[in-house]
């Protein structure tokens, strides 16, 4: 039986504006009571320009909300106009960055290079990675979405030493999943799970493989995510769309009363 505490986190992508932001947060805070945060970890990544405000709110009210970035520079600091480092995220007190999400990869061309110097500055400034990784629909077709995606992993991982590595968070999102409505089976789903927690333990040890949160992204909703979450290596979701609704999200929290 996993020791592992299920992490649920709210992607909002480009959604919501800093009051939306307070708003949204101050109703997740009302909505989950402490037994709740006890059973799972709730975070939320909402866009740089919310940050400070939902700092403000959960340094102020001590929430047990969580919250993170959507990316990070490879960078501390410079000329890289549109940029946001890793010192200044950690001044913010985020406690994760989501790290080559499929959107990067495709609209900002992010290689496993890129994700890999990305990770290397997350932890530099002590934050807590959620590295993304999943194929595309014509490499699941093809049936070569466990390489694919085992491929990424080894390219995010790159260099990364073992006391870095065992507070990763990895989320497996095929990219056909994502905003479409189309959720990947909860068997299929655990295949590719189960395959990346193979993959560290031949990276690094059995016991961190058995230590780090791999988490399912991809039209997660109220409804599908206890059949996900009752497969042995998923340890939590990461949620777009669903995220985005309060009440919708708390569900998920909750989902071992689905
Ligand atoms: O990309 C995702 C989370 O990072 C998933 O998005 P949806 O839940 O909207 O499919």
């Given at each position: 039986?996993?020791?592992?505490?299920?992490?649920?986190?709210?992607?909002?992508?480009?959604?919501?504006?800093?009051?939306?932001?307070?708003?949204?947060?101050?109703?997740?805070?009302?909505?989950?009571?402490?037994?709740?945060?006890?059973?799972?970890?709730?975070?939320?990544?909402?866009?740089?320009?919310?940050?400070?405000?939902?700092?403000?709110?959960?340094?102020?009210?001590?929430?047990?909300?969580?919250?993170?970035?959507?990316?990070?520079?490879?960078?501390?600091?410079?000329?890289?106009?549109?940029?946001?480092?890793?010192?200044?995220?950690?001044?913010?007190?985020?406690?994760?960055?989501?790290?080559?999400?499929?959107?990067?990869?495709?609209?900002?061309?992010?290689?496993?290079?890129?994700?890999?110097?990305?990770?290397?500055?997350?932890?530099?400034?002590?934050?807590?990675?959620?590295?993304?990784?999943?194929?595309?629909?014509?490499?699941?077709?093809?049936?070569?979405?466990?390489?694919?995606?085992?491929?990424?992993?080894?390219?995010?991982?790159?260099?990364?030493?073992?006391?870095?590595?065992?507070?990763?968070?990895?989320?497996?999102?095929?990219?056909?999943?994502?905003?479409?409505?189309?959720?990947?089976?909860?068997?299929?789903?655990q295949e590719v799970c189960g395959a990346i927690r193979g993959r560290l333990a031949e990276l690094y040890s059995q016991e961190l493989a058995d230590a780090v949160r791999i988490q399912y992204?991809?039209?997660?909703?109220?409804?599908?995510?206890?059949?996900?979450?009752?497969?042995?290596?998923?340890?939590?979701?990461?949620?777009?769309?669903?995220?985005?609704?309060?009440?919708?999200?708390?569900?998920?929290?909750?989902?071992?009363?689905?």
């Amino acid at each position: 039986m996993s020791t592992r505490t299920p992490l649920m986190a709210g992607n909002w992508k480009m959604n919501l504006n800093h009051l939306e932001a307070i708003a949204h947060v101050q109703k997740l805070a009302f909505a989950l009571a402490d037994k709740d945060y006890d059973a799972v970890e709730v975070a939320v990544l909402p866009p740089f320009t919310d940050l400070r405000s939902v700092q403000t709110l959960v340094d102020g009210d001590k929430l047990k909300i969580k919250y993170g970035a959507q990316d990070i520079s490879a960078h501390d600091s410079g000329a890289y106009t549109g940029e946001i480092s890793g010192p200044m995220l950690a001044k913010l007190k985020c406690t994760f960055v989501a790290i080559g999400h499929s959107e990067r990869r495709q609209y900002h061309h992010e290689t496993d290079e890129i994700v890999n110097a990305k990770i290397k500055a997350a932890y530099k400034h002590g934050l807590t990675p959620i590295l993304c990784v999943g194929e595309e629909e014509s490499v699941r077709e093809e049936g070569g979405h466990v390489a694919h995606t085992l491929a990424q992993v080894d390219g995010a991982l790159k260099d990364i030493p073992a006391e870095q590595a065992e507070t990763i968070v990895i989320a497996y999102e095929p990219v056909w999943a994502i905003g479409t409505g189309k959720v990947c089976g909860a068997d299929d789903a655990q295949e590719v799970c189960g395959a990346i927690r193979g993959r560290l333990a031949e990276l690094y040890s059995q016991e961190l493989a058995d230590a780090v949160r791999i988490q399912y992204g991809g039209s997660v909703k109220s409804g599908n995510v206890a059949e996900i979450m009752a497969k042995p290596d998923i340890d939590g979701a990461l949620i777009g769309g669903a995220a985005l609704d309060a009440d919708e999200f708390v569900k998920i929290v909750r989902f071992r009363d689905q």
